[in-house]
Nanobody, 130 residues
Framework: QVQLVESGGGLVQPGGSLRLSCAASAASGFTLVYYAIGWFRQAPGKEREGVACISSSDGSIVYADSVKGRFTISRDNAKSTVYLQMNSLKPEDTAIYYC????????????????????WGQGTQVTVSS
């Protein structure tokens, strides 16, 4: 199993920025290089939505159309940390953001409550409001 700990959420005004961090570690018998790491979000009463993902195999990156051009995902392998830089935030970005790990970015981007990913963290609240 992969252990994931998110941080960096908070309250910001529309147009503001936040940087989320995801610290990842592998349990005994697992290696982080085998996992894609990404983010999904869930607002109250809504389905989970894949936001962004970076693969471990080739470093390819995937974004949801709703955040493309505003969010940037990156990784620091030395620190085993993945970041999500969120700019030009909108009220509709308000949600709990979860760091997630799975074998492929496809599985993270397609996540739903009934079709979960292999591992995810406790979540960090992002609220965009004036």
């Amino acid at each position: 199993q992969v252990q994931l700990v998110e941080s960096g959420g908070g309250l910001v005004q529309p147009g503001g920025s936040l940087r989320l961090s995801c610290a990842a570690s592998a349990a005994s018998g697992f290696t982080l290089v085998y996992y894609a790491i990404g983010w999904f979000r869930q607002a109250p009463g809504k389905e989970r939505e894949g936001v962004a993902c970076i693969s471990s195999s080739d470093g390819s990156i995937v974004y949801a159309d709703s955040v493309k051009g505003r969010f940037t995902i990156s990784r620091d392998n030395a620190k085993s940390t993945v970041y999500l830089q969120m700019n030009s935030l909108k009220p509709e970005d308000t949600a709990i953001y979860y760091c997630a790990a799975d074998l492929r970015c496809l599985f993270i981007m397609a996540v739903t409550t009934t079709n979960p990913v292999d591992s995810w963290g406790q979540g960090t609240q992002v609220t965009v409001s004036s």
